[in-house]
């Protein structure tokens, strides 16, 4: 990820207390994706970690469109 272009532009409230940072479009986009890729990452570990037998796909589908009937 590229370092910020511009220094980060806070909002404040009455009292001068930053509530809000305004970001570059772009870098909001990365970090959305960053974000979410190590969400994933956690969700993996996770799953691994717990020990559960691990099902094909397209089993864990099946079975979860079973459930809905």
Known sequence: MPAAKEPPRYVTDLEGNRVAVILDLDLYEQLLE????L???R??????ASGDEAIPFEQAIREI?????
């Open 43 to 48: 969700a993996y570990d996770e799953a691994k």
């Open 39 to 41: 969400e994933e990452i």
């Open 65 to 69: 469109e079973q459930q809905r009937r």
């Open 34 to 37: 960053a974000a979410e890729e």
